[in-house]
């Protein structure tokens, strides 16, 4: 079975500051990794994903993320983050043969000024 | 990119009775959609596999007689709260799988389900 550990639940950082959310997952086989973002009472949003080759991964609004295989994590970054960016985060994995995502219990990050 | 719509955004219904809630691919065919529930501050819980002209596949401890899932075409799949409780107050989101050589997941925006 698979399972997502999100190791901060609450992420508290100033306005252009740098930031990592940090993700690792367990899997006896091999998986397909992703970051989702969640703003109040709305769906969720892809902002990356890793499905094969660079292990770096860039996404939408200035994130990235890198595959470290050996670590089994997925750790999400942004080198300068935004107000805007307050919003509730989440890492997820499917097996790559598998259908459904598994989530983590996300993790909040919160921007002030 | 690929589009899917949920509706409604927001429903308070009294309890005992059903609710409805839909999920439509926009602009993609989905043969298979998922079926979440988040709770306050919690991650989201997958509920049901929805499979188009078959049955759902559902998580151990989850109601098939309460939550009625029906996936009858391509692009639609509904979630029907049945004899709805104070305790089914929710957040319930769906999903459907990319087209293919996406790899990835596209969410509805989530319903709020608060039962009076």
């Known amino acids: 079975a698979q399972s997502v550990t999100q190791l901060d639940s609450q992420v508290p950082v100033f306005e252009e500051a740098p930031v990592e959310l940090r993700c690792n997952y367990s899997s006896s086989v091999s998986v397909y990794l992703f970051w989702y973002v969640q703003y109040p009472n709305q769906g969720l949003q892809l902002l990356l994903k890793?499905?094969?080759?660079?292990?770096l991964v860039k996404g939408i609004n200035g994130f990235e993320a890198e595959f470290n295989k050996s670590q089994t994590s997925f750790h999400l970054r942004k080198p300068s983050v935004h107000i805007s960016d307050t919003a509730e985060y989440f890492c997820a994995v499917r097996p790559q043969a598998g259908t459904a995502l598994i989530f983590g219990k996300g993790t909040t990050l919160s921007v002030s000024s | 990119g690929a589009v899917v719509s949920q509706h409604p955004s927001r429903v308070i219904c009294k309890s005992g009775t059903s609710v409805k809630i839909e999920c439509r691919s926009l602009d993609f065919q989905a043969t298979t959609m998922f079926w979440y529930r988040q709770f306050p501050k919690k991650s989201l819980m997958l509920m049901a596999t929805s499979n188009e002209g078959s049955k759902a596949t559902y998580e151990q401890g989850v109601e098939k007689d309460k939550f009625l899932i029906n996936h009858a075409s391509l692009t639609l799949s509904t979630l029907t709260v049945t004899s709805a409780h104070p305790e089914d107050s929710s957040f319930y989101i769906c999903?459907?799988?990319?087209?293919?050589?996406?790899?990835?997941?596209?969410f509805g925006s989530g319903t709020r389900l608060t039962v009076v």
């Open positions: 890793y499905l094969s080759g660079s292990t």
């Open positions: 999903s459907a799988r990319d087209p293919v050589g996406l790899g990835g997941y596209t």
